[in-house]
């Protein structure tokens, strides 16, 4: 029997809740499939490990990642204790920048038994592929004198290859989708940046002629995804860029609750870490009813990328299967618990 070793990092606030609903359902997928386990191996690293011990995770928390096949985490951040870019910058950005994660793919589409809050959904399937090591997120810059004088300074930092990497990858991947690619660019507003973004999208492009390719600056591209979402199929998106995009696509899905990532070191070189799209909730927090969905469709990912996609279908079909019956959480205007949710996807997965 094959076993896959998984790395669990909750975190903080509702990923402690969806991330064990969601090894339920992995395990039961699985039990299903027949063919391999997974062995979980849970840290407590986060906010409450910081309070005591003034770091996110241990000094070498990346070495003892390192030894697992791959990583799957809830969510990160209690910003009432701990400021927010102190927390994930000691855990989450600091996973994908050491384990060189450099894609993240965030699959956005109307579901089944879900209706989407926009008037014409028109059945849109896109998905989004965000540069995840650099761009907009990088520690470089500073902040010098006080008060009125008070000067702070954030650099984006763009390179050939990891601009070069994200556009392959896009690419790569319309071609077993419907074959377009739009580019997010803001080459009108960021004089250097964009300008060179959309040169590198040019240049990749002429290797993938047959696939449609398109520039939108983000802010058009932003309303597109309310107006016509069905319009787009890959979008390669910078960072930031891409961090906002993919809160945009789960709430024209019905709520970020149910968007699913998965934060890939394409070189299979180190582990690669599924968590969601998104946060740790504060509001919702400790109750029991934060929507599972995101992390359990962020679990089917992590089936995927095994080499499980017919497996990961069954997820998703159990997924649809549950909203279908009405059973949903409150962000989805319903009035289910974490726990009901979790029961009818597991009951649906056979
Ligand atoms: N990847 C990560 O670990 C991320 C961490 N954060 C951190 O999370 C904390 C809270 O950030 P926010 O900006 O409030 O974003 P958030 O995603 O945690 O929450 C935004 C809104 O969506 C709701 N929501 C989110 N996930 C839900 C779920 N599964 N079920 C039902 N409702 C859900 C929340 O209740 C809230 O009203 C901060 O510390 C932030 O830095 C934020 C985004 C991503
Ligand atoms: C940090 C964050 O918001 C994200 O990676 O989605
Ligand atoms: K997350
Ligand atoms: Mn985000």
């Known amino acids: 029997m094959k076993i896959y070793r998984i790395a669990v990092i909750p975190g903080d606030g509702i990923g402690k809740e969806v991330v064990p609903a969601a090894m339920a359902v992995l395990d039961k997928a699985a039990q299903v499939d027949g063919s391999f386990q997974f062995e979980w191996a849970t840290f407590p690293w986060g906010c409450n490990y910081y309070l005591e011990t003034g770091k996110m995770m241990p000094d070498d928390g990346i070495e003892i990642l390192k030894g697992y096949d791959q990583i799957f985490l809830g969510a990160v951040g209690m910003p009432a204790l701990v400021p927010d870019h102190i927390s994930l910058w000691g855990l989450l950005i600091k996973i994908r920048r050491e384990m060189q994660q450099s894609i993240n793919v965030r699959p956005a589409k109307l579901l089944q038994g879900l209706p989407s809050p926009l008037r014409n959904p028109n059945g849109f399937d896109f998905v989004v592929v965000r540069e995840n090591s650099e761009g907009e997120y990088a520690e470089s810059g500073g902040r010098i004198h006080s008060g009125q004088e008070e000067v702070a300074i954030q650099n984006a930092i763009f390179t050939r290859k990891g601009t070069e990497r994200a556009m392959r990858y896009a690419f790569e991947m ?177």
Do not use: C
């Open 174 to 350: 319309a071609k077993s989708r419907r074959q377009h690619v739009t580019s997010a660019t803001k080459s009108n507003g960021l004089t250097y940046s964009m300008p060179f973004w959309d040169e590198v999208f040019a240049e990749v492009g002429r290797d993938y002629v047959e696939i449609g390719q398109v520039s939108n600056h983000i802010d058009a591209l932003a309303a597109f995804l309310v107006m016509k979402p069905e319009n787009f199929d890959v979008i390669v998106a910078s960072n930031l860029f891409g961090d906002i995009l993919t809160d945009l696509g789960g709430a024209i899905m019905g709520s970020i609750g149910i968007a699913p990532a998965a934060n890939l070191n394409i070189e299979r070189k180190y582990p690669s870490m599924f968590e969601p799209v998104h946060g740790s909730a504060p509001d919702i927090a400790g109750k029991g009813i934060a929507n599972p969905l995101g992390q359990i469709w962020t679990g089917k990912m992590m089936l995927d990328f095994l080499g499980y996609p017919e497996l990961g279908l069954k997820v998703l079909d159990a997924i649809e299967a549950t909203l279908a019956q009405g059973i949903k959480t409150g962000d989805l205007g319903g009035t289910a618990t974490l726990q009901d949710v979790t029961d009818a996807v597991l009951h649906h997965l056979q």
